[in-house]
Nanobody, 128 residues
Framework: QVQLVESGGGLVQAGASLRLSCAASGRTFSSHAMGWFRQAPGKEREFVAAINWNGGSTGYAEPVKGRFTISRDHAKNTVYLQMDSLKPEDTAVYYC?????????????????????WGQGTQVTVSS
């Protein structure tokens, strides 16, 4: 199994930046595509960003494209989500997740159903 622990959330003003971290342990980390998802009160969990097994391919949801950057550091077994120009609409609990599927070297999924391991979440609140 894989254990994932998110950190780095907080309360910030609109326009500020935060960097979320997701520390992975329990099994081979480098073979997994990783994703970030978020869930606001009363809403379904939605895709934010994903990265393939070696970090060479990334994808983003349209609302965060150009503002958020996903990256991974294999030496630290950690995935990051750099969030810039934060908006009140970004307020949510942010979750990292691991996808055990392999469909090619550039593979990642934007669907929550593809991810089998999830962290506990970290709260991000952006005030206007």
């Amino acid at each position: 199994q894989v254990q994932l622990v998110e950190s780095g959330g907080g309360l910030v003003q609109a326009g500020a930046s935060l960097r979320l971290s997701c520390a992975a342990s329990g099994r081979t980390f480098s073979s997994h595509a990783m994703g970030w998802f978020r869930q606001a009160p009363g809403k379904e969990r939605e895709f934010v960003a994903a990265i393939n097994w070696n970090g060479g391919s990334t994808g983003y949801a349209e609302p965060v494209k150009g503002r958020f950057t996903i990256s991974r550091d294999h030496a630290k077994n950690t995935v990051y989500l750099q969030m810039d120009s934060l908006k009140p609409e970004d307020t949510a609990v942010y979750y990292c997740a691991a996808d055990l599927t392999y469909s090619g070297p550039n593979y990642y999924s934007t669907s929550a159903e593809s991810y089998v391991y999830w962290g506990q979440g970290t709260q991000v609140t952006v005030s206007s």
